[in-house]
């Protein structure tokens, strides 16, 4: 168990729809990261909060957006959904934003649109 | 922009065998850390074992280790004594040292099955 609590686990929804996904870090974890893992793209970095401020963005779309709360936990809005953004998607979260500091990865959420 | 290229989409080793899978990445950078990771059936992101750029010796977690060839931008993980339980998919990361993120760049992983 990685400390790291991502719901749901499973999201089936239809095309033009919009979904939240949550993230709960590690406790004592600032940093939380977003990831996209598809067939199409791989595992690919999208977002990246640290304490509350975007930190980085990566291959991020538009229709997509996420937050970082006070109490730390992180949402990630997907909007307008397409049937290519059915994909795994993972929080991870680290103690800080330094990169000697390893990533601690959700079990993911499995996102399918019909 | 760097990159992280695995060039063997899939592998079989026998059980109590040697088997290891390869990594290449470009980078300008002299500093950062590299990163396996292994994602057995069940979707989880494990963390395998990484390696600091700037130290020339190798890592090493029980039956898994790293040679890591700065010059060739060479990072191959070796697992001995492969058990029924190492079957997974491996994916080889990258992560600048000190940047304005410690994002992670994936390669396109590696699937392995350790045969009984």
């Known amino acids: 168990d990685s400390g790291v609590t991502q719901t749901p686990k499973h999201l089936i929804t239809a095309t033009g729809q919009r979904v939240t996904l949550r993230c709960s870090p590690r406790?004592?974890?600032?940093?939380v990261y977003w990831y996209q893992q598809s067939l199409d793209q791989g595992l690919q970095f999208l977002i990246q909060?640290?304490?509350?401020?975007?930190?980085a963005k990566g291959n991020i779309l538009e229709r997509f957006s996420a937050q970082q709360f006070p109490d730390l936990h992180s949402e990630l809005n997907l909007s307008s959904l397409e049937l290519g953004d059915s994909a795994l998607y993972f929080c991870?979260?680290?103690?800080?934003?330094?990169?000697?500091?390893?990533?601690?990865f959700g079990d993911g959420t499995r996102l399918s649109i019909l | 922009a760097q990159t992280v290229t695995q060039s063997q989409p899939e592998m079989s080793v026998q059980e109590a065998e040697t088997v290891t899978l390869s990594c290449t990445y470009d980078t300008s950078e002299s500093n950062y850390y590299l990163f396996w990771y292994k994602q057995p059936p069940s979707r989880q992101m494990i963390l395998v074992i990484r390696?600091?750029?700037?130290?020339?010796q190798n890592a090493t977690e029980n039956r898994f280790s790293v040679n890591f060839q700065k010059a060739a931008k060479s990072f191959s993980l070796k697992i001995s004594d492969s058990q029924l339980g190492d079957t997974a998919m491996y994916f080889c990361a990258f992560t600048d040292y000190g940047g304005a993120t410690n994002k992670l760049i994936f390669g396109t992983g590696t699937l392995l099955a350790v045969q009984p």
């Open positions: 406790s004592g974890d600032l940093s």
């Open positions: 390696q600091e750029a700037y130290k020339q």
């Open positions: 991870a979260s680290s103690e800080g934003g330094a990169s000697n500091q390893p990533q601690h």
């Open positions: 909060y640290y304490n509350g401020e975007e930190r």
